[in-house]
């Protein structure tokens, strides 16, 4: 009897174990692949820190400056690497710092999972020290929130958190966890990853029928045109994608999340879409007979004014988020469904086929934008560098396989329009919220998550600043990040549109910087400033030949403009190329 | 496309913070709310929303797929006031010496359906269930005599051409989902829209 009882015992003592609910959020981690962390410690997420403590052969904690610096790298490390990127930070301040970064990654669609702190669970609501009613201030900009208050949840929750995140049309998650439930002991039964919710549908069955429909209309198009955005990225398509545009034979244009998908130099590239787009995919939107959009979701970025965009065609779309078609444009044809099932459905029904007359088309087009834009970027006339030969120089040194960070404003325009990508992954910049700051630290989380490859940031002076805290980040824990300002002492988007729109009126615009190179080496980072056109070549090798991290600043023309431009309120096929056309 | 009176019946999982979810979609989008109801529903653990609002089809549609996306959101239709079954109640609080002598209360409640649920010495609640049109007229009636407080509760409505729940939650469970999950009505539509 005795001894029955005993084996009785053991045998539940060998299927559940007694741990904290810290131990379980780290024990999630390792079981979901989680090997990299980014965040920031603070009062209410302390028992978790404290855990982490044993974790250091498993998980690598990068400790950044602030939490924003926090989600931007783990957006930054989910964008070149497609695993989902976690976060840590601690309640109150902590928590409201993410913000910008969730609103970031719900727009842009990154999968990132941020583990909050949150205070004791009876203090809920008692306007506690460092307490900010977290669930509630990120709902809208989170895909998923959840609060915890019992350690028995944890496991679970995590699993949904990791799934909900990764899965379908991906985006943040939040979990906010009470002090009690991360010091609470609990009856540890083991981690099951989530592959099921019942309400929760991110793979919709693929409807045969309307791919027929879909490579009907193709089939019989005599202009077809393919816009594709980073969909394509997200559903690991990019052969798929590649397969279908090379039999269909079909043109195709980026958006700017979309970039990167194919090489740059596809003979099928026809350039990136949208207000400084090219010139043929905003202009020959409007002359196509069947547009297919493929996970994309036309942003008014990308549109212009809705009711004069692409009136003449018929609309496929083919997106994973059944609220995004019909959303903006009605569609003629919608094919719902992951576009690493559909593409190939929808390839083995459309017919070989090549369209020199209509590619043409885009040719001409470009070579009109290379005469009025492109020639004057590239091989300016006067001193004065522009941003254009900067990237160009990239280009010719890095051969287009690095992965390129971008903040946001005319660099970002710039570096998009003009940087060469052989492969997917390769363009990380804030598409949708258009975050200022976001560069330094996404780009920082993307060299850990490609470790292997060349990651450079391109920054404005404006947004540098934003983030520049960062270089603590870098400092410390020494990832190789390429840090390149173009600096033209100016918030130069909002003065070109001043200068176009609102009559030169230079309202607060004109930015003042510190010694970039000088800061840089407080931090420990070599740096160096060029102005002068025979330097930015050998700048540019000296910076990509250093060991380490390097910050290189290249002084550009003050009021340099980009075009092409598709004014907001106008139409796509209003595009113009230079200032007068206005 | 004109504006008019749509119910939109939301199955969800019965989740603290839905609501909040559900209501921001409105909120963000500048959209009223006309009547917003909370409830259980014909299956055990799964809760009913029922909400009314005054738009266009097509922004009905669209707010229906963005409810539709959120996580714990089963499903979301919505509906004509032809198409649906519907009730609110309200309450009329009145004096009672002014009711008792003034009124005739037997005819008023046949006439309006109305209900006394309580009736104490200085006040009565009387109780109609109804339509809009109904309820307010009971207000008119109520009102010279001293209408003390009136409540009105949100809409409840029962979808005409519905099978329930049920079967549908059922292919819910399944980890592929079955054709009863895959419905999606603007893919049927385009069947109409469609031609070549």
Redesign the interface.
């Known amino acids: 009897m005795d001894t029955l009882e005993l084996t009785k015992e053991k045998k539940t003592k060998a299927v559940t174990e007694s741990i904290s609910g810290s131990e379980a959020v780290l024990r999630a981690f390792v079981a979901e692949g989680v090997d990299t962390i980014f965040g920031y410690p603070g009062g209410a997420i302390m028992p978790i820190y404290d855990a982490l403590y044993d974790y250091h052969d498993k998980l690598t904690h990068i400790l950044v400056r602030h939490e924003q610096g926090a989600i931007h790298a783990a957006q930054g490390f989910a964008r070149v690497s497609g695993r989902t990127g976690v976060v840590f930070a601690t309640s109150g301040p902590g928590a409201t710092n993410l913000v910008t970064g969730l609103a970031d990654a719900m727009i842009d669609s990154t999968p990132v999972v941020c583990i909050t702190g949150q205070v004791f669970a009876h203090l809920l609501g008692t306007d506690a020290f460092q307490e900010t009613d977290v669930i509630n201030i990120t709902t809208p900009v989170t895909k998923w929130n959840y609060q915890v208050t019992d350690a028995n949840e944890i496991p679970h929750v995590l699993a949904k958190a990791f799934y909900i995140a990764g899965s379908g049309r991906p985006g943040p998650v939040l979990i906010d966890i009470t002090k009690n439930a991360q010091l609470q002991l609990f009856d540890y039964k083991g981690y099951e990853k989530c592959e099921h919710i019942r309400s929760y549908r991110p793979k919709p069955i693929v409807r045969k029928e309307y791919i027929e429909q879909a490579a009907k209309l193709i089939n019989e198009a005599e202009r077809p045109f393919v816009i594709f955005g980073q969909g394509v990225i997200l559903g690991k398509a990019e052969k798929e994608f590649q397969k279908f545009i090379e039999k269909a034979g079909v043109p195709a244009a980026w958006t700017i999340m979309g970039m990167s998908a194919i090489p740059t130099d596809h003979p099928l590239a026809v350039g990136m879409l949208g207000m400084h787009g090219n010139y043929g995919p905003n202009l020959l939107t409007n002359e196509c007979d069947v547009l297919i959009a493929i996970g994309m979701r036309f942003d008014d970025r990308v549109t212009g004014r809705l009711d004069k965009y692409a009136k003449q065609a018929k609309v496929i779309h083919l997106d994973i988020d059944p609220a995004e078609i019909d959303k903006n444009v009605k569609t003629t044809v919608a094919v719902w469904g992951d576009c690493k099932e559909t593409l190939p459905l929808l390839t083995e029904l459309v017919q070989q086929k090549v369209y020199p007359q209509w590619l043409q088309k885009f040719k001409n087009c470009m070579e009109k934008e290379e005469e009025k834009c492109i020639k004057a970027e590239m091989n300016p006339t006067s001193d004065i560098l522009t941003m254009g030969e900067v990237i160009d120089a990239i280009n010719e040194l890095t051969k287009g396989n690095a992965v390129i960070v971008t903040d946001v404003g005319q660099h970002q325009m710039v570096a998009c329009r003009y940087a060469k990508y052989n492969q997917s992954k390769s363009n990380i910049t804030s598409g949708g919220l258009g975050t200022m700051g976001y560069a330094l630290p996404a780009a920082i989380g993307a060299k850990y998550g490609a470790p292997e490859r060349t990651v450079i940031a391109i920054i404005g002076d404006g947004g540098i600043q934003m983030t520049i805290q960062e270089l603590g980040t870098i400092m410390q824990f020494k990832p190789d990040v390429k840090i390149i300002i173009l600096n033209n002492n100016f918030l130069g988007m909002v003065r070109q549109w001043q200068e176009l729109f609102h009559k030169n009126r230079y309202s607060f615009v004109d930015i003042q910087s510190p010694d970039f190179v000088q800061v840089a080496k407080g931090y420990s980072i070599e740096g160096r400033s060029v102005c002068k056109r025979e330097d930015v070549k050998s700048a540019l090798a000296e910076m990509l030949d250093h060991k380490g991290s390097f910050l290189l600043e290249v002084m550009v023309g003050k009021e340099n403009n980009v075009f092409p431009m598709v004014p907001q309120g106008r139409g796509v096929a209003e595009i113009v190329l230079s200032k007068e056309e206005v | 496309m004109t504006k008019q009176e749509y119910t939109i019946t939301v199955y ?2 019965n989740q ?2 839905l609501l ?2 559900i209501a ?1 979609i409105f909120s ?1 989008r500048k959209i009223n709310v006309e009547s917003l109801n909370t409830s259980p529903s014909e299956v055990d653990s799964v809760h009913r929303f029922t909400i009314v609002i005054n738009e266009t089809e097509d922004v009905v ?2 707010l229906c ?2 409810i ?2 959120q ?4 499903k979301a239709y919505y509906n004509t006031n032809e198409e649906i079954v519907w009730q609110e109640l309200a309450l009329y609080k009145v004096p009672t010496d002014i009711i008792a002598e003034e009124v005739k209360v037997e005819r008023l409640l046949s006439q309006f359906g109305a209900k006394a649920v309580v009736i104490r010495k200085d006040y009565t609640v009387f109780e109609v269930s109804g339509q809009r049109a109904e309820t307010d007229a009971f207000i008119k009636v109520l009102e010279p005599y001293g209408l003390i407080e009136f409540v009105r509760s949100a809409r409840v409505a029962i979808i005409k051409n519905s099978d329930g729940f049920h079967k549908k ?1 059922k292919s ?2 399944y ?3 079955g ?1 009863e ?2 419905e ?1 009505e ?2 049927s539509e ?1 069947e109409k ?2 031609s ?1």
Do not use: A, D, H
């Not at chain 2, 996580?71 to 089963?74: A, H, I, K, Q």
């Open positions: 969800t999982e603290i913070g909040n979810r921001i963000r549609r669209k797929r963005q539709e996306k996580v714990e959101v089963l939650l819910f469970e980890k592929e989902p054709e999950v895959v999606n603007y893919l385009n829209v469609f070549m």
